[in-house]
């Protein structure tokens, strides 16, 4: 198993585990769009972001939302 998508599935988990919803935005692009809850709110994030956030520690929906 390639370990940046053992990094990416290990992020995923931290984010559901924050009560965030998680649903593949683009698998071409790799993109997931993240939310916290309602039907049309969230933030779409490349798998690439979200490793980067968790290596530093700001895997939040705060760290996801100054990506921008």
Same mark, same amino acid.
């Given at each position: 198993? =390639?370990? +940046? %998508? $053992? *990094? &990416?599935?290990?992020? /995923?988990?931290? &984010?559901?585990?924050? @009560?965030? #919803?998680?649903?593949?935005? $683009? $698998?071409?692009? =790799?993109?997931? %769009?993240? +939310?916290?809850? @309602?039907?049309?709110? @969230?933030?779409?994030? +490349? @798998?690439?972001? /979200?490793?980067? /956030? +968790? #290596?530093?520690?700001? &895997?939040?929906? #705060?760290?996801?939302? *100054?990506?921008?």
């Amino acid at each position: 198993m =390639n370990s +940046s %998508n $053992s *990094e &990416l599935d290990a992020a /995923l988990t931290v &984010l559901e585990a924050q @009560g965030l #919803r998680i649903k593949r935005h $683009s $698998s071409h692009k =790799n993109t997931w %769009n993240i +939310s916290k809850g @309602g039907l049309y709110s @969230g933030y779409v994030a +490349s @798998g690439d972001e /979200l490793i980067a /956030l +968790s #290596r530093s520690k700001e &895997l939040t929906m #705060r760290g996801i939302l *100054e990506l921008d």
